[in-house]
């Protein structure tokens, strides 16, 4: 339900803002006050087409809110709002309301928001699709699609969308083993050699075998061997200066040196402070032992350095030729040896998919062939519950078309098989005609635009009724249509908004007396502006508006008690309705 509208900046509206409850609402108003305003802010909350030349003059941009409220709706229906609004990043407020935002510049660029984040106009339509319904004049030409009469021949029976669920996951299925089999026999000798390169590559990668991190641990080993000379000279010479030549010599490195060994003299400076009587000596003899501690862990650690330096002289061609080894791979296959593995992985699988031995292939074709049973069981089964509904559906809509001032018209669903589709295997075309004698034809061709309202109207009237919770809003849905027809169609709308919130752009006062709010759009035309204002009027008010109405009896006693008993009646109905 839409709790909620503000306007700002749009077309001749400056600033507006409406409260909506639920049952009826009707918004009336002068020709060119600004209700077509109205409706194209719903559009922009629904994630409709921002069109610039919209923006009001002079200003900046135009902005549109409005707070939808998911109380009344189905459970599945609310659960979907819920979850297209939580994977947005959407919140609700402290109301438990959607706020939804659009904003238009006058450069043409527009923003939309849903539940404080920003999101785009496609989320929008989304997320408010089971929230709020737009009938218009467009909208009436979208019920002579083929798609757009299907599903309204889907929504009508509940049982449909339980056969349809189990129908779409068999077709899925089938298409896919279709599209496999057709690949298997169509490019046979294309993934034969498809298989062939990847055995080689594979092949080629194995023998190889190469070791994530393998890379960078190759280029410290072979930077190592590269400098060992120096390294070991390095190491020996500090080892020799440590220890002594000797040491250093049996561990491979340098000798010739006969000076003392470092261990030696601090050793000997320690002994000779040791026995001082002077406690300064015996405490710079106690430092002296520690640094001879210290000069012994380096020894061990210098000691094991040199025996872990490489001796064997081939090692350093071995690992160069190993480096060679995954360049190879690196330029045929990715980019690092971590991406050639992923891509050795990826292959594997790919080739255990491809079997084009002719084993596989009739396995395949069997398993086509079971599926096309399936689905055509599936189909048959779908195909008899539309032709079931199709006949519920257009006598329940031409019982509601004789109420419409159409008494002799006759609404025929026809259901034809097709070509096995996403929705079945059916093709559903609504038909018209004008009397029982004569034959039903299709709307596009029967229909006049007074007559497609009410069938449309008829349509809603009875697919809305079995659900309810959702805001459906009428763009003078009854143009075209005056007298009995009008009141009519202001009971089937008061009827509708029993389960439903109900929003009517209408110029007929049949159809506002059987408003539970009426909205007045008034105009106001300043000698450089024309500007626009939404309120909601009393029910002194309501009788004024009906009086203008009627022909412009507003300023006539006679016209306003007109317009009092027209109000006070359809409330009765209205009262019965809900009671």
Do not use: C
Not at 260 to 271: E, N
Not at 371 to 378: D, P, S, V
Not at 498 to 515: E, G
């Amino acid at each position: 339900m839409l709790a909620e509208i503000s306007i700002q900046n749009l077309g001749v509206i400056p600033s507006a803002s409406a409260e909506l409850s639920s049952g009826l609402t009707v918004l009336t108003g002068e020709t060119g006050a600004g209700k077509t305003m109205v409706v194209t802010g719903l559009r922009l909350l629904t994630g409709g087409r921002a069109d610039a030349s919209r923006v009001r003059s002079g200003a900046a941009e135009a902005v549109v809110e409005g707070a939808f409220s998911t109380v009344g709706l189905g459970e599945g229906a609310r659960e979907r709002v819920a979850q297209l609004a939580a994977g947005a990043g959407a919140e609700e407020d402290e109301n438990g309301e959607y706020v939804v935002t659009r904003s238009v510049k006058a450069t043409g660029r527009s923003k939309a928001h849903l539940g404080g984040r920003t999101v785009p106009a496609a989320t929008l339509a989304e997320v408010t699709e089971p929230l709020l319904t737009i009938h218009g004049q467009n909208d009436q030409l979208r019920l002579m699609s083929p798609d757009q009469q299907l599903a309204a021949l889907d929504r009508f029976d509940p049982e449909i969308q339980a056969v349809l669920a189990g129908y779409r996951e068999v077709y899925t299925e089938w298409r896919r083993a279709a599209r496999e089999l057709k690949e298997r026999t169509e490019r046979k000798l294309e993934l034969a050699q498809e298989v062939d390169r990847l055995r080689f590559a594979i092949e080629e990668i194995d023998a190889v075998a190469p070791a994530e991190g393998e890379e960078e641990e190759l280029v410290a080993a072979v930077n190592r061997l590269q400098d060992v000379d120096a390294l070991r000279e390095a190491a020996a010479g500090a080892l020799a200066a440590i220890d002594g030549s000797e040491a250093a010599g049996a561990l491979g490195g340098l000798s010739g040196s006969e000076e003392a060994a470092a261990s030696t003299l601090v050793g000997q400076a320690a002994d000779g402070l040791a026995g001082s009587s002077d406690p300064s000596l015996k405490d710079l003899g106690a430092r002296l032992r520690e640094v001879s501690a210290v000069l012994g862990d380096v020894s061990v650690e210098l000691g094991g350095y040199l025996e872990a330096l490489p001796s064997d002289p081939g090692e350093l061609d071995r690992l160069l030729q190993r480096q060679q080894e995954l360049k190879t791979l690196t330029r045929k296959y990715a980019p690092d040896v971590a991406g050639v593995i992923a891509w050795r992985a990826k292959a594997g699988k790919r080739l255990g998919k491809i079997d084009t031995s002719d084993g596989a292939v009739e396995k395949l074709k069997k398993r086509v062939a079971e599926l096309e049973g399936e689905l055509a069981a599936r189909a048959g089964r779908l195909s008899a519950a539309r032709e079931a509904a199709a006949e519920a559906l257009g006598a329940a809509v031409t019982d509601e078309l004789h109420g419409l001032a159409m008494p002799k018209a006759r609404l025929e669903v026809h259901v034809e098989r097709a070509a096995y589709s996403r929705d079945g295997a059916d093709a559903v075309e609504i038909r018209l005609a004008p009397n029982t004698a004569m034959e039903a034809k299709p709307l596009s061709t029967s229909a006049s635009g007074g007559e497609l309202s009410r069938v449309m109207l008829a349509l809603e009237v009875i697919l809305s009724g079995l659900a309810g919770g959702a805001t459906l809003v009428f763009d003078e849905v009854d143009a075209g249509v005056g007298g009995r027809a009008a009141v009519e169609i202001g009971r089937r709308l008061a009827r509708l908004a029993a389960n439903n919130q109900v929003i009517v752009v209408t110029h007929l006062p049949q159809v506002a007396a059987y408003a539970d709010t009426h909205l007045h759009v008034s105009k106001n035309v300043g000698d450089e502006a024309v500007t626009s204002g939404v309120r909601s009027l009393s029910e002194a008010e309501r009788v004024e508006e009906l009086a203008r109405m009627l022909a412009g009896l507003d300023d006539s006693d006679t016209g306003r008690a007109h317009a009092a008993e027209l109000l006070s009646r359809a409330q009765r109905e209205v009262a019965e309705l809900r009671g």
